[in-house]
Antibody, heavy 123, light 112 residues
Framework: QVQLVESGGGVVQPGRSLRLSCEASGFTFRSHGMHWVRQAPGKGLEWVAVISYDGSNEYYASSVKGRFTISRDNSKKTLYLQMDTLRADDTAVYYC????????????????WGQGTTVTVSS | DIVMTQSPLSLPVTPGEPASISCRSSQSLLDSNGFNYLDWYLQKPGQSPQLLIYLGSKRASGVPDRFSGSGSGTDFTLRLSRVEAEDVGVYFCMQGAQAPFTFGPGTKVEIK
C-alpha cells in the first residue's frame, strides 16, 4: 500500500524539543525528495523543509531555520523532523509529503501526503 | 522569499458552471529549461491536501480532466470547466522554483 504515516506529535512546553517521524511504504523512498508541511489551526499551508533523495541537500522555511532539522534514513524508509526550541507558533498539524523529483531544490509535485500528526506547544 | 498571492480568496460556485483561480508570484517561476515550478493543491474538508497540477499545467494522476492549469513566469490560473459538488475545499498554489518554497494563502471554494 502506497502511504506515508507520520508519528511523534504531542503536547510539549515552549523551549523543548520533539522529533517527528514519517514512515513510507509502497514506493521507492530513496528516489524522491521529501517534504514537511504544516498547518496551524484554522490557517493555510506552510512549507517547512525539504531533503533531497540522498540527504545531501536540505532547505528550510525562514521561520524554522536554525531550530528544525530534516533528515532521512533510506534503509528504514523513514523521514524525520527534529524540532528544537519550540514556540507557541509552531503549533500545527505536520504533514510529510513525497516530491516527484530526487532533488531538494527545485521541487514540484507533492503527490503523496500523510494524514498528519499534531504538535501543540503550550505551557 | 518568493511571495505567492491568490485571488479570489473566496469563491462561491454553481455546480455545472466554470470557475477559475488566479495565482501570482513575486518572482518568475520559469527556469531556463522552460519549466514553471508552480503546483496546485486542493484540501477538502477534514482531509490532507492532494496534488492537482504540477509544473504549471501537468495534471496529476487520477485528477479529472475538468481541472486544468495554465500560465508562465509570474501569472498562473487554475480552471475548472464544470464545478462539481465534490470540488469544494481550499485551493492552494505553491512555488517550488526557489527554496524556501512558499504557498499562496488559499482560495476557499464553496457551493452557492
Amino acid at each position: 500500500q502506497v502511504q506515508l504515516v507520520e508519528s511523534g506529535g504531542g503536547v510539549v512546553q515552549p523551549g523543548r524539543s520533539l522529533r517527528l517521524s514519517c514512515e513510507a511504504s509502497g514506493f521507492t523512498f530513496r528516489s524522491h525528495g521529501m517534504h514537511w508541511v504544516r498547518q496551524a489551526p484554522g490557517k493555510g499551508l506552510e512549507w517547512v523543509a525539504v531533503i533531497s533523495y540522498d540527504g545531501s541537500n536540505e532547505y528550510y522555511a525562514s521561520s524554522v531555520k536554525g531550530r528544525f532539522t530534516i533528515s532521512r534514513d533510506n534503509s528504514k524508509k523513514t523521514l524525520y523532523l527534529q524540532m528544537d526550541t519550540l514556540r507557541a507558533d509552531d503549533t500545527a498539524v505536520y504533514y510529510c509529503a513525497k516530491g516527484i523529483p530526487i532533488s531538494g531544490s527545485p521541487q514540484y509535485g507533492m503527490d503523496l501526503w500523510g494524514q498528519g500528526t499534531t504538535v501543540t506547544v503550550s505551557s | 522569499d518568493i511571495v505567492m498571492t491568490q485571488s479570489p480568496l473566496s469563491l462561491p460556485v454553481t455546480p455545472g458552471e466554470p470557475a477559475s483561480i488566479s495565482c501570482r508570484s513575486s518572482q518568475s517561476l520559469l527556469d531556463s529549461n522552460g519549466f514553471n515550478y508552480l503546483d496546485w493543491y486542493l484540501q477538502k474538508p477534514g482531509q490532507s491536501p492532494q496534488l492537482l497540477i504540477y509544473l504549471g499545467s501537468k495534471r496529476a494522476s487520477g485528477v479529472p480532466d475538468r481541472f486544468s492549469g495554465s500560465g508562465s513566469g509570474t501569472d498562473f490560473t487554475l480552471r475548472l470547466s464544470r464545478v462539481e459538488a465534490e470540488d469544494v475545499g481550499v485551493y492552494f498554489c505553491m512555488q517550488g522554483a526557489q527554496a524556501p518554497f512558499t504557498f499562496g494563502p488559499g482560495t476557499k471554494v464553496e457551493i452557492k
